[in-house]
């Protein structure tokens, strides 16, 4: 299933929703710029490496240019292929521009990078001693999708439905649809716990517990920063 669009009207130019697909964007095309060799050091110094993020953790030095800490926000812009960044962009653009627009501009930008930044926390949690780098912005974007679902649960989500040869549409209540999207993340991520996965851009894994993290910080988040104030 595939969401298209919904009908809650913006009052505001989400700037900084703009501001974050063209961020993700650029970052993807210096990617592609690098050879497999600079790409592969490229993540390990800016996505989250958890066996390098627990040992920094522990107060070990390690020689790095950019703190391990500071890539739970780096890592949020980074992507390990044209679906994955694709995927990540479209429901940033559905549902980014309305969280954005109760949240308003600053505090929106706030609360998508600490999204990201505690899903890559949930994800470290449960693989503490990979050296795996985990990337990509679907941390923050679940956190967006978890605001959404509590500010907009009966909003109608246009949804794309195949039918073998033929494709449908049908307008689902964004509480169902996203709702079987955090169960399904919550799912995935519980199956995954005793049997070895990978996560990154040459492995292909998904990291589950990234979304679902992000998902329900989106939902302790949201409120605090205004996400259920009436206009």
Not at 8 to 27: D, F, H, K, R
Request: with cysteine.
């Amino acid at each position: 299933m595939v969401p298209l669009r919904d009908n809650n009207p913006i009052s505001i130019t989400p700037y900084v929703t703009y501001g974050l697909l063209a961020a993700n964007i650029l970052a993807f095309f210096y990617q592609l710029s690098l050879n497999p060799q600079q790409l592969e050091g490229f993540f390990h110094v800016a996505a989250v490496v958890p066996r390098e993020l627990t040992s920094s953790l522990r107060g070990i030095p390690l020689n790095q240019p950019v703190p391990e800490w500071l890539t739970l926000f780096t890592s949020q812009f980074l992507h390990g292929g044209l679906l994955h960044l694709g995927g990540n962009m479209l429901f940033l653009w559905i549902f980014g521009n309305n969280i954005e627009d109760r949240l308003g501009h600053i505090k929106f930008l706030i609360f998508y990078l600490a999204c990201g930044a505690m899903a890559a926390l949930t994800q470290w949690f449960f693989s503490q001693n990979s050296s795996i780098p985990s990337l990509g912005a679907s941390g923050a974007i679940a956190g967006v999708m978890g605001a959404y679902i509590l500010r907009f649960p009966r909003a109608q989500v246009l949804t794309l439905i195949p039918l073998g040869f033929f494709i449908t549409t049908v307008q689902i209540p964004a509480m169902f649809f996203l709702g079987f999207w955090f169960f399904q993340q919550a799912l995935f991520g519980i199956a995954s716990l005793n049997t070895p996965t990978n996560i990154g851009m040459q492995s292909g894994g998904i990291a589950y517990w990234a979304h679902a993290g992000g998902f329900v910080f989106g939902v302790i988040l949201g409120p605090p920063l205004g996400l259920m104030k009436r206009y």
